[in-house]
């Protein structure tokens, strides 16, 4: 239960920040405002990380086994330029949208092939159907 409120938070914090964000890269530029969200995001995770009790160390990053999952961080500077950008566009509910649906897309054929170290899963009709009725729901959203 508590995976499903911490999920939904985590959606409804990701529309909130879009907006906040976009209204920002009125005034500083998409970059400026990226670059802003990313060094606050430094700031909090510092902070809580004093917080709540250091747990994991900075040498511990420098054992990650494969090495290429550091770049979280850097993805995370396109995905709110992205977000960015999509919200200019689009505006919110569009963009959030597109972005769940690509998000849903993205994470189950990383499910289905296994990729980067994620337990391979079979296939189901079933979540195949779920992602057309969700892509169905976009078009609808989106008919004008």
Known sequence: MWGIIIALISGALMSIQGVFNTGVTKSAGEWMAAGFVQLTALLVCIVAWFVTGRE??????F???HKYMLLGGAIGAFITFTV???MNRLGPARSVMLIVISQLIVAYLIELTGLFGVEKAAFEWRKLIGMVIA???VV???WE
């Open 56 to 61: 994991g160390s900075v040498g511990a990053l």
């Open 63 to 65: 054992q990650v086994p």
């Open 84 to 86: 960015i950008e999509s």
């Open 135 to 137: 892509i169905a729901g």
């Open 140 to 142: 609808i959203f989106k």
